[in-house]
């Protein structure tokens, strides 16, 4: 059994949902026998931390393929990263947290959310938070790189950034190149269960080679690589270059000037149909927007939503989410104060503000399309019936024999739906009717998805594919009805006669029937009652 997406499950963590102690399954089934020979007590669970489902899995031994992890039956996963790569982040901690105990530093490592996944980037901080080394594994813009390291600078006495394959982008390389002759590299290398980190400097002409993490040094200048010159510097060192951090710290901004980033930032966030979090807004708008307490940031998205357009238009502050997807409970303020009603649960929150997104992307998207309904609350912060939001449909009148008949112009709903979902919500449709069995619902469900393939963000599409994938996988598997099985038969008729040569088709014709009533006696006055024919 593979993931909800046909990948195999390679990795996972031993012992609960939220462990950070991954492992890599043996692939080979020897070596995964004595694996469990050494650890009979072991669990194994689809992390949180690995962007999993939170449940317990299995490991699946084969002889005639690949040993794999697999979770149990019924069990809905929206894991996108499955491959032994997955959690190298979980090890990158596991080999700075051994690191820093052998080289007596009092260090501690943290994973990074940066809107992809919960291994974008791991910070290890040493000394109270002022030493710190970011390891890169999501691939960021210059732009975005650029300020993140701005607001990390005024942070800490010392920087160091580590890119991971493919995590930098050239004009970066460039930047750290002329600042300091080489950038940072990191990789890892499979061991057994686990995966260990090797660094290296990288120049523009020469490059050291690749090093296990006790080869380098954390000094008060900061992660040293041996085989390269201490790097260049415009000032008098450490507290030359923390100075010039606190001169180049950002200028407090007005209100008004705050308001138009924060917009501009969000219009761009539904161009390119992404929900960002508070800190990927603070580093597109400004970062003096990141100490905002929580007043301050409702005041602003209020003015920001404000002039956004008239009214009907979609609330930008709807974008807005957490590390964990979710809305910001701050967001449900900002409904209610623009006055859209006030949510009466995190989950009536989470589902208008997914509404009010797919309503953004419609609108700020390139191209352009007309809008879904906005989903209107009623006064006890509940989800009210759609029916009255939805646009009137123009209606035809068909004159026909016995009276008028209305038809809607519109097109039929697929057989099946009631209620049409949104884009954002067949997915979970297509969940449930696999639950319930609903098979003719799933399949006009098929439908709409198709569709909305070509309007949904990347992480949404890659979603929506992977439940259309395991519906298309359930409705194949099912028994046919009787309806198909005859109409099968039929069509099987036709394909065998088509087959058929030209000669035994024509004899088949010219044969005459059998009369069933050949050689059997006339009823009595039948002969007398027929009409004699005419002497010519």
Known sequence: MTGSDGRLVQTAVIGSRNSGRAIILPTDADELTRWRRRHPAYTYWCG??????GNELSDRLYRDKVCHFAHRPHTSCHRTATGAASADHLFVKDDLAAWAGRNRLKGKATSRDLGTSPGDAVDFRVGAGRQHVRFQFSRLAHAEWHQARQRLATESSTLDWVFGPGAAQSETMEELYDEYGYLLRFRFATHGAVRRIRLRAEGPR??????PLDACAMTPAGLRVPGVEPRRRSGGGPAAEAGAGRAAAPVRRSREEQVLALKEALV???RSRTRPTWEALARSAGSDLLGLSVPDRVGLLVAVDQTSGGEGSPLLSALIRTGESDPPSYVGDVVATVGCGVPATAAVLRRWCQREADRAFAVHGVPSRTAPPRLPLTVDGRL???QSAEPAQHRTIVHVEGGPVLQSAARPKPKGLASAPGDTEIGDALHRARLRRGHRYAAALMVMGEKALTRLSEPQRTELVVEMTATRRWLDSLPATPAQQSKKSRRAKKIAAAKQPAR?????????????LQGARPLPGVDDARPKKKPK
């Open 48 to 53: 949180t931390q690995l962007g999993g489902c």
């Open 206 to 211: 020469r490059s050291t080679d690749w090093i």
């Open 268 to 270: 761009s966030a539904a």
């Open 384 to 386: 009210a019936a759609q």
């Open 504 to 516: 035994a088709r024509k004899a088949q014709q010219g044969r005459k029937a059998k009369n069933p």
